[in-house]
């Protein structure tokens, strides 16, 4: 069962030479647990998205698969390359709208004043606890539906 590991305010910047990052600063929890070091979570970093091709068959052991497949409009679909295994994600955006995309992360900035210095973005942190969290509304789930234990707690069990 999927659950929450953390909560912050993020940004997706495209860049000029044809990558996207995904940037975020964590605010919940307050302090990095067991379940953020597990899943390599950091409290500031940044990631360059790239999208797993659907168009190609998945022959490489590497490439992560599912069984099933993103269920991408034919208007989407035009803008994977026949010939490329990963399309990076400031081709469009509209990649990651749909289950079932896959896409691959990969680390490229740590700390905040990393980003603010390298990205030219500035988060401000809020005061965020359990009660104020509106990760639940956003989900459009209600807390009693998943364990929020890696969100308050910080442990993954």
């Known amino acids: 069962m999927a659950r929450p590991v953390g909560e912050g305010k993020y940004a997706i910047i495209n860049h000029s030479n044809n990558h996207t990052e995904l940037a975020f600063v964590l605010e919940l929890p307050k302090e990095l647990g067991e379940a953020q070091k597990d899943l390599g979570i950091e409290k500031e970093a940044s990631y360059i998205v790239t999208v797993i091709n659907p168009k190609i068959p998945k022959r490489e052991k590497y490439l992560p698969t599912t069984e099933d497949t993103p269920k991408y409009p034919e208007s989407v679909l035009k803008d994977f390359n026949d010939n490329k295994n990963f399309v990076p994600l400031s081709r469009n955006l509209k990649f990651i709208d749909y289950q ?13 004043d990393t980003l603010t210095q390298e ?36 442990t993954l069990e």
Request: without cysteine; charged residues 40%.
């Open 100 to 112: 079932d995309a896959q896409i691959i992360l990969i680390g490229a900035r740590e700390g905040k």
């Open 119 to 154: 990205l030219r973005i500035t988060v401000e942190n809020e005061r965020e606890n359990e009660h104020s969290a509106d990760i639940f509304t956003r989900l459009r789930i209600r807390k009693d539906q998943l364990p929020i234990k890696p969100l308050v707690e910080e």
